[in-house]
């Protein structure tokens, strides 16, 4: 090649590079996708996907449902971002391990693979953590880890399955861009329940939601739930239900989904909300275009028989947060539980088993229980056998002003959270050495069994037990509705609002078993706090008949 020619060429490549001044046409010219829609990147068949790409809002939120494009959108401006704006990212999985591992595996490594332009554009991709293209750095990073978060300067921080981090981490995260001149955020998830995760960002957003001109009547709309859809059949396995089918919810005209490709041409994000600082965008599954109708509709009619499936629906296809009837405890079941008595303004019955929980926090909340055991246990759990009275709700700041409550009361056992200060709740341990326990959560334990906390070295801990939290939970949540817990009259407002914030969500695990686990809407610390007396109590029980029992059965 000679001189004119690679000059030429070099003026080319750089006026090119000028026009992709936008992330969709970035997209568009350097990345190469495999299947189900091999070949350079498109947005025929995700036009929503358009706007997000090119919106360069300060915060920006998606809630989605699954599979809908989004990871490749954030993907895609993790690389536009390091090619022509020269920024660093930090990109945000739920977990290290083997979040991080696989998103290089399943998304970074294929995109390499694909897209020759982007082969040239990374000089280093060896380190699973850690990427690099010339001087900009994609940093991989777990929720979980603290220390991950830390010291990483970046201008683009990009949160993918906000729902499934630990929340409390991520204000660590937002630090990492306070010394950048420009920054962006991206939060995109799944949603699981109101107001938490994702859904919380998205209520504070413009709550855009996507928009497209309807072929029969020209009205600009949009796709709802059960609007939208007409299911026919009332039973998944009724080959009927192949005939169900979108419909506007304007003209009640039928939306054919073979036509969608033509139907989605003329779109538009309309917000809710003008003038909010967050933008945010909605999508859910009825706009996919490998996603037929019946499809949807079997999966509604699962969640018709299915707590799980219920949940699944309206979290994975349709993008919406939900909380299944009964999932939570509610103000009715706490009302019907209110006794006459005043909090902390009783001392024990005699000849009562008594038990303290106690959740470690900024403060330390408390529960001081009395429980009424059957004279004929009709099972041999200690648990299902008592009917418990709430003697004192508090909260205190020092582990030293536990022992006050500790000699007011004298409990039989005392269960206090072994997390997250582990050395001070070891030392109110060793005060009351015989009577107390640390508590660990953990979910390699069954339902309600108590099994003895291992050390480094395999050695039970006679101070610590392990215990499943959503058993446990079960059991002491469900008093409030079979009436098996009586609260003091004056119960603060506190409490109230901490016990109603644990909410039970079902889940379908890998093998397809219906599962659940509790997540808070809010704090939850007198929850956990009062689990823990109920922890307690086969503890108490044991103590009481003279054997050392792990288990309450």
Not at 379 to 398: G, Q, W
Request: with cysteine; proline share 5%.
């Amino acid at each position: 090649m000679n001189l004119a020619n690679k000059f030429r060429q070099t003026v080319h490549a750089g006026l090119e590079r000028k026009t992709l001044d936008r992330c969709s046409r970035w997209a568009e010219k350097c990345r190469v996708m495999g299947t189900p829609y091999p070949g350079p990147w498109t947005f025929d068949h995700h036009p929503w996907l358009i706007e997000m790409h090119d919106a360069d809002d300060g915060f920006c939120v998606g809630q989605k449902a699954a599979q809908m494009g989004y990871t490749e959108a954030v993907l895609n401006r993790t690389f536009y971002k390091m090619d022509i704006r020269q920024v660093s990212v930090l990109y945000v999985l739920p977990a290290k391990n083997p979040d991080a591992s696989d998103f290089s595996a399943s998304r970074f490594d294929p995109a390499l693979e694909l897209s020759p332009y982007l082969q040239g554009l990374f000089s280093d991709v060896k380190n699973v953590g850690h990427k690099r293209a010339g001087a900009c750095s994609l940093f991989i990073r777990g929720s979980r880890s603290r220390s991950g978060l830390k010291s990483l300067p970046v201008g683009e921080l990009i949160f993918d399955e906000v729902d499934e981090m630990t929340q409390d981490n991520l204000p660590l995260a937002f630090e990492r861009q306070s010394g950048q001149l420009e920054k962006q955020t991206w939060m995109i998830s799944t949603p699981t329940i109101d107001t938490t995760g994702i859904n919380g960002y998205f209520q504070d957003s413009s709550m855009g939601e996507f928009f497209f001109r309807c072929p029969a009547c020209s009205r600009m709309t949009t796709l709802t739930f059960p609007d939208c859809i007409e299911v026919i059949g009332d039973d998944p396995k009724d080959v009927k239900i192949k005939g169900s089918f979108y419909k506007c919810k304007e003209c009640r005209n039928k939306l054919e989904h073979a036509l969608k490709h033509d139907w989605l041409k003329s779109t538009e994000w309309v917000d809710a909300y003008r003038g909010r600082d967050y933008k945010g965008f909605h999508i859910n599954q009825m706009f996919s275009p490998t996603i037929e109708p019946w499809r949807i509709a079997v999966a509604y009619l699962q969640g018709l028989v299915s707590p799980a499936h219920e949940q699944e629906f309206f979290n994975s296809k349709m993008g919406l947060p939900h909380i299944v009837k009964g999932a939570r405890v509610n103000d009715a079941e706490i009302n019907q539980c209110i006794g006459n008595y005043k909090n902390g303004g009783s001392l024990p019955s005699a000849n009562k088993i008594v038990t303290m929980g106690i959740d470690v926090g900024n403060w330390l909340h408390y529960v001081v229980v009395e429980w009424d055991l059957n004279s004929i246990f009709t099972t041999p759990d200690v648990n299902m056998n008592a009917h418990a009275r709430v003697l004192e709700i508090n909260k205190v700041l020092n582990f030293e002003d536990i022992d006050t409550v500790w000699y007011k009361y004298r409990p039989n056992a005392t269960v206090i959270d072994s997390q997250p200060d582990r050395r001070k709740s070891y030392e109110l341990v060793q005060r009351f050495f015989g009577s107390a326990w640390t508590c660990f959560y953990s979910p390699g334990t069954t339902s309600k069994m108590l099994t003895k906390t291992k050390d480094t070295d395999g050695q039970e801990l006679d101070y610590s037990v392990t215990v499943d939290r959503t058993g446990w939970l079960d059991l002491s949540l469900s008093r409030y509705r079979n009436r098996s817990i009586i609260l003091p009259l004056d119960t603060p407002n506190e409490f109230r609002e901490q016990i109603k914030a644990l909410v039970r969500k079902p889940e379908i695990d890998k093998n397809g078993n219906p599962i659940a686990r509790y997540k808070n809407i809010g704090a939850d610390h007198f929850g956990h706090a009062t689990n823990y007396s109920e922890i307690a109590l086969p503890l108490a029980a044991a103590l009481s008949q003279g054997r050392n029992i792990v288990s309450p059965v």
